[in-house]
């Protein structure tokens, strides 16, 4: 069976030990972390505004620490969750990309021609106020509705 | 009486703020106030002798405003920033509350000494660096960061440029200043940080390993101890400027050519990225809004504002403080915080100076500082809110964002306007 974990920032090695829990070890895993660059454009974007001290053209100065802080951060919780695949006797990929998660996700499930998308249900709601009762965070909804397959996911504490 | 003459210049006046406010086909803010203060200057609304000696007696503003970003650039060349967050990642020991409340302080830190820019345009991306290398969730704190850099803003004069236009007009000490704005700026800060832990009380309370603290690359280790130093100096230097009323542009100024000296000495100048780092675009946006708002000042506008405002007060001083912090409040956050500040000084100069009058001034302070933080229309330092709500969609949670501002803010405006009223 060929399945695509999303790996959120945190997460990872709870997400896989669930799976395979649920399916066996006899998994093709793709374990996928996506790096947002939503808030970091949205970041870039206030810093440029009108008036203030940014250069208009050229990298902003701290551009490249924002980049290595998001692939670093990447990398670790993906190779956190290889490691548990592993242990699980799963036979696991690793892929780091960036862009939108939700569309991102479902886009690498068209092009592997995935069975499962397994991803946390509070995917893309963390750093928001949780008020009302637990919901699927925005990731999960997009992928819910766009996935060309069946989709798990998962409910628990990220 | 209304003719022609004063219709044109009450439009022009408008339509600047307008502009300013939209900024249609990407015209800039600059650019807007600049081409207002043309047409007034045109219209014969200020005559060029007048504006010439107007701006030159602005002076302190000026060299203030320069002083102050090239000492907030040359810091963040200097790697004081990054070394600020690194020290509040260790001290929080893993426990991502500590960490919200050590950021909560460095960004205050940073806020009452360097002002509210370097706190939103620096030490933000900084944190946002930081926090994701902590693989912990980035929202919360870069809108700690974003909010107490309005909070703070009135902790200490030079925490915005705002005071020093209000104070460069009225005059006032640091005894004076701490007297009326020190407890309400305590309140507010205590607020906005017991606010803030609450609605993201879930998210900061997640832990992280100490090991993914990336250690901080300071370019030069000498010259970042000279700038430490220097940086302390510069703070003793702003508050015994501020309380011996000692102009405060020389302490920037002075300061930012000593660190541009330190700089060079250790051969750590970038000459380009600190020209680079200069927001001049500012000295002509404020040049033509002083014009602007002296021809308005010249139609009798803001004496009858004025007027009006005393009559909307009676005789009672608080109701006068609530509508002097909530009126420039509003107006802070509908255009920008800069021009509702010179209206208020132009207003609040024509009242007569009786001492509850006098303390309409701190009351202007509150709501200018304040104003951004209401919703996400206001200045820039709350823009990220409005990228943010249209990047995500209205979810549930991006409106409890924008309701955080409309119903924190007012609270903090009205204590803090108490807290004044009981200092007359």
Not at chain 2, 386 to 405: A, D, H, N, P, Q
């Amino acid at each position: 069976m060929r399945v695509i974990c999303a790996i959120g920032q945190r997460g990872g090695p709870e997400l896989v030990n669930r799976l395979s829990g649920i399916v066996g070890d006899k998994t093709e895993c793709l374990l996928l972390h996506v790096i947002d660059t939503g808030p970091r454009h949205d970041l870039e974007e206030y810093l440029r505004g009108p008036l203030h001290r940014r250069p208009d053209h050229g990298e902003p100065p701290h551009e490249a620490a924002l980049k290595a802080a998001e692939e670093t951060a990447g990398r670790a919780a993906v190779e956190e969750a290889v490691i548990a695949a592993q242990h699980a006797g799963m036979q696991a990929e690793a892929s780091v990309k960036e862009g939108r998660p939700e569309e991102i996700i479902v886009q690498t499930a068209k092009d592997a021609r995935a069975e499962l998308i397994v991803i946390w249900a509070g995917e893309g709601a963390a750093g928001h106020p949780h008020i009302g009762p637990a919901s699927v965070g925005h990731t999960a909804r997009f992928v819910i509705d766009h996935a060309p397959c069946d989709v798990l996911l998962l409910r628990g504490p990220l | 009486m209304l003719n022609v003459h004063v219709i044109a210049g009450i439009s022009i006046f408008l339509v600047t703020l307008v502009v300013i406010m939209v900024r249609p086909s990407g015209v800039s803010e600059a650019a807007a106030a600049a081409g207002g203060a043309v047409l007034m200057l045109m219209g014969g609304y200020v005559r060029p002798a007048e504006a010439a000696s107007l701006l030159l007696n602005n002076w302190n503003v000026y060299g203030f405003f320069l002083g102050m970003m090239a000492i907030s650039a040359l810091a963040d060349q200097a790697g004081i920033f990054d070394m600020l967050a690194y020290r509040a990642g260790k001290w929080a020991r893993g426990s991502g509350l500590r960490l919200f409340l050590a950021l909560f302080a460095v960004g205050m830190t940073i806020t009452a000494f360097l002002s509210n820019d370097a706190t939103a345009l620096i030490l933000t991306p900084v944190v946002y660096a930081l926090v994701t290398r902590l693989r912990l969730p980035v929202m919360p704190f870069v809108f700690a960061c974003t909010f107490i850099a309005d909070t703070a803003s009135f902790f200490l004069p030079v925490s915005n440029p705002i005071n020093i236009l209000v104070l460069d007009a009225f005059g006032g000490g640091l005894a004076t200043f701490l007297r009326y704005l020190l407890l309400p700026s305590l309140f507010c800060i205590g607020l906005n940080m017991a606010v803030f832990v609450w609605l993201f009380r879930r998210d900061i309370w997640a832990c992280y390993s100490l090991s993914d603290l990336p250690e901080v690359e300071l370019p030069n280790r000498q010259f970042f101890n000279f700038s430490s130093a220097t940086l302390v100096l510069i703070a003793i230097a702003y508050l015994t400027a501020a309380a011996t009323q000692f102009p405060i542009s020389f302490v920037a100024l002075g300061g930012s050519g000593l660190l541009f000296l330190g700089a060079a000495w250790y051969r750590c100048l970038d000459t380009t990225r600190l020209y680079r780092e200069i927001s001049w675009s500012l000295f002509l946006f404020i040049t033509g809004l002083f014009i602007v708002v002296r021809a308005v000042e010249n139609l009798g506008l803001t004496a009858a504002f004025g007027r009006e405002l005393l009559q909307l007060a009676g005789y009672s001083p608080l109701k006068a403080i609530l509508v002097t912090a909530g009126g420039t409040a509003l107006g802070a956050n509908l255009i920008n915080n800069v021009p509702m500040a010179l209206v208020m000084i132009s207003v609040l100069g024509t009242i007569h100076a009786s001492s509850s009058n006098r303390v309409l001034i701190y009351a202007a302070i509150i709501g200018a500082d304040l104003g951004p933080n209401l919703t996400t229309v206001g200045s820039l330092a709350t823009m990220l809110w409005l990228l943010i709500l249209r990047r995500r969609g209205l979810e549930v949670s991006t409106r409890e964002y924008f309701k955080l501002g409309v119903t924190v803010v007012p609270a903090m405006i009205v204590i803090g306007s108490l807290l004044i009223w009981l200092k007359l």
